[in-house]
């Protein structure tokens, strides 16, 4: 059964840190780019990160130089660090999977296949 569980959200206040996982079972993970999304109640899903399986790394303009998405191919899952968080980042986090012959860098949502159920990250001011 392929599977995504993301982990690690919660409450801070702004300017802390969270860090998400995303462990991946039921496929090949190293054979997948993987992608960090978010959704904030009454807007639409939007990209936040997204690597390959050789560490190339992109993110969105909001959260550059605040976050850090990495994953550890040997134990199948995926990282989000999230620094400097601010009232805005408060949204439902999502892990995703686009095999590697997808446009995986231009973190658009139907580029991917595989989605978890979401962890929620609430930054109060």
């Known amino acids: 059964q392929v599977q995504l569980m993301e982990s690690g959200g919660g409450s801070v206040q702004s300017g802390g840190s969270l860090r998400l996982s995303c462990a991946a079972s039921?496929?090949?993970?190293?054979?997948?780019?993987m992608g960090w999304f978010r959704q904030a109640p009454g807007k639409e899903r939007e990209g936040v990160a997204a690597?390959?399986?050789?560490?190339?790394?992109i993110y969105a303009d909001s959260v550059k130089g605040r976050f850090t998405i990495s994953r550890d191919n040997a134990e199948n899952t995926l990282y989000l660090q999230m620094n400097s968080l601010k009232p805005e980042d408060t949204a439902m986090y999502y892990c995703?999977?686009?095999?590697?012959?997808?446009?995986?860098?231009?973190?658009?949502?139907?580029?991917?296949?595989?989605w978890g159920q979401g962890t929620q990250v609430t930054v109060s001011s």
């Open positions: 995703a999977a686009a095999p590697r012959y997808r446009q995986w860098w231009l973190l658009r949502i139907y580029e991917y296949d595989i």
């Open positions: 039921g496929y090949t993970y190293s054979s997948y780019c």
């Open positions: 690597t390959d399986n050789a560490g190339s790394a």
